[in-house]
């Protein structure tokens, strides 16, 4: 199992996540960062008006976070998904 973290803190309170050893494939380019937001209690509201699906709600949430549309974020593989969710729990501790 992979224990290392992919996700960096920066100045302005973002995580910098690192998808260099697995690349995104977005539109045909391959993207080696993306930079999530930190999330404000307005995201975590306007995420739970997908209903009661607790994963739409965090696909609307991330996508939102990343800047990417949701249909783009459901085609990540599970292992660059699970680094999306690694750098929003670090919003949470």
């Keep these: 199992m992979d224990t290392k973290t992919h996700h960096t803190e920066q100045p ?3 995580m910098l996540i690192d998808f260099t050893d697995r690349p995104l ?8 960062k993306l930079t999530m ?23 609307a949430m991330f996508a939102n ?3 990417l ?3 783009q974020v459901r085609k990540l593989t599970m292992r660059q998904y699970v680094r999306l969710q690694e750098a929003y729990a ?4």
């Excluded at 670090?90 to 501790?93: C, D, E, R």
């Design 37 to 59: 937001r930190e999330p404000t209690v307005e995201d975590q509201i306007a995420a739970r008006q997908h209903g009661d699906d607790s994963a739409e709600a965090e696909i």
């Design 69 to 71: 549309a949701p249909d």
């Design 12 to 14: 302005d309170g973002s």
């Design 65 to 67: 976070l990343v800047e």
């Design 25 to 32: 494939n977005l539109d045909g380019t391959d993207v080696r």
């Design 90 to 93: 670090a919003f949470l501790s």
